[in-house]
């Protein structure tokens, strides 16, 4: 870190509908292009920002975290004000604060929680672009969703439920939450684990919906988990049921 | 009505955002031909129809009521899933019934709510399209904005409060409610009347929100409403903090 630069840590809620999601793409909005033009324009620098979860095209975030480097002279506590007075107002910025020079968004985080949203009754004209419809889902189907969450929990090898072209990594994660919850005509599916693989949550998503349609039994989770195969999962949901709603880290970080 | 046709009545919800109001017009997108097209579609001829509230270029509704007129054979409660099965997705029907011959939505409506939504705390990427920023509300405008209401209750002219090239008409109109209420970052001003002039919610709202940044006093509410005159009021609010939320008709309608 040169000196006298600062570390800034700040939260991001952004409507992903019209980003080709965070990561910096030649001739198409990101995410991550919106908010470093942002910093450029406040600091009076090039900036380069550093997400905790390198969302997809067409999801949201609610609690994305971000950390950039900074010799410019704004005060930490006016930077998400700053920010927030330019455009696009589709990406909003909340909670700055000074971290310790080592901090990094993506490196250090320690648990991150997805939130996919189904419209379970009804339709509605304003969370068209927040949620995924789902007006067929009955009791039954519900309560066959509940069932298969739990297979999910723990320190699995997740390949069944990642893009098939995704870089090879380590395929391993620890989920610790899967839930689902009803909230007016929503139905909200909560996962959160260590790290996700890239399109876990929308193939897991996909997956419980053909559960929940009878198009596969709940016991078939565990099959399909066991055979590290994408193929052998369901559709992937679509991208605008999903929010990351929450990053993590270690205490006093 | 020719022999055979029934009138059936839709509440329709639908986001403002990408329409020119309500009306038909050359050229540009408008709910009512969204809908006309749908009906067209569903019902195997040409249809008009008839809303209760001929609302502005991204105004949105919850509540808006229209009717029309068939000889198709579509059954009436399959009307709503049929329409909502056709694109644009941000147009939805809700509740469809049978009326009696000479119902008209607008002739007939004798009460009519609009709210009005003031993002009062923070921002929100998904609010944007559905509020009108006002951060710099404090407690002392709110409690402003709210002294000011009161004046409005009860049969006026509003012409102060009407776009000042609407087409000629009896500017009387009663309203009967018109509050204030605070839920989470939102503040939403509901107004109540027997009929609203054209810009009528909006014009009331610009004033208000004078009144709470303190260029305008409680009192002079009273004067503009006696003033009869656009230029008294204050600046017209923006049209996507707007919603027509309900209409009502006499009992046994």
New interface residues.
């Given amino acids: 870190m040169q000196p006298g630069s600062r570390n800034i840590r700040v939260t991001l809620?952004?409507?992903g509908t019209d980003f080709c999601g965070w990561q910096r793409q030649k001739g198409a909005p990101t995410v991550q292009e919106a908010i470093e033009e942002k910093l450029t324009r406040i600091t009076g620098e090039r900036v380069s920002a550093i997400a905790a979860g390198r969302t997809d095209a067409g999801v949201?975030a609610t609690g994305q975290v971000i950390n950039f480097r900074t010799r410019g002279r704004i005060p930490t506590e006016r930077v998400a004000t700053a920010l927030?007075s330019l455009p696009p107002?589709?990406?909003?910025a909340?909670h700055p604060q000074e971290v310790p020079e080592g901090f990094h968004a993506r490196y250090d985080a320690v648990r991150r929680t997805y939130r996919y949203y189904l419209l379970g009754a009804?339709?509605?004209?304003?969370l068209?672009r927040?949620t995924c419809p789902a007006a067929w889902l009955d009791n039954e189907g519900l309560a066959r969703m509940r069932a298969a969450l739990p297979v999910l929990v723990g320190e699995h090898d997740f390949t069944s439920f990642a893009v098939a072209d995704a870089e090879t990594e380590n395929p391993v994660r620890t989920v610790d939450a899967a839930s689902l919850r009803e909230k007016g005509p929503l139905v909200i599916v909560t996962l959160a684990a260590n790290g996700f693989l890239r399109g876990m949550v929308r193939a897991v998503v996909g997956t419980l919906l053909e559960i929940a349609a009878g198009k596969r039994t709940v016991e078939e989770m565990e099959i399909i988990l066991a055979a590290r195969d994408r193929r052998a999962a369901g559709e992937t949901a679509p991208a605008r049921g999903l929010f990351l709603a929450r990053v993590e880290y270690p205490e006093g970080r």
């Avoid at 009804?122 to 304003?126: A, I, Q, T, V």
């Fill in positions: 809620a952004y409507d949201h927030n107002y589709t990406v909003v909340r009804g339709s509605s004209p304003f068209g927040y």
